[in-house]
């Protein structure tokens, strides 16, 4: 089993940042991938970006150049740097996790994500 939790959502306005964090406890998966996704009211679960246990990473093409996806091994922990950040982002975030190595194409995909955190709300205000 693998627990996540997400922090550093909150509400901001356009063209702000924010930084959101995902710490892992429990199972360490050797070769696990990870994941933000994100989903606004009404809409499907979006993957935003995603990154493989040896840096691979891929995001999707509304976030690229504004949003990094990054991890921190020695601290169990996945960040998401969200830089201009546009009303449209707004949605309840969520980090997940594969227990296996995902290709670049699949990364955004959350149907092949095992775990997921319980997710944190990003509001951007025009």
């Known amino acids: 089993q693998v627990q996540l939790v997400e922090s550093g959502g909150g509400s901001v306005q356009a063209g702000g940042s924010l930084r959101l964090s995902c710490v892992a406890s429990g199972h360490t998966y050797r070769g696990a991938s990870w994941g933000w996704f994100r989903q606004a009211p009404g809409k499907e679960r979006e993957g935003v970006a995603g990154?493989?246990?040896?840096?691979?990473?891929r995001s999707t093409d509304s976030v690229k150049g504004r949003f990094t996806i990054f991890q921190d091994n020695a601290k169990n922990t996945l960040y998401l740097e969200m830089n201009s950040l546009k009303p449209e982002d707004t949605a309840m975030y969520y980090c997940a996790a594969a227990i296996t190595r995902l290709s670049w194409w699949s990364l955004l995909l959350p149907n092949l994500y095992n775990y997921w955190g319980q997710g944190t709300q990003v509001t951007v205000s025009s």
């Open positions: 990154i493989t246990s040896d840096g691979i990473t």
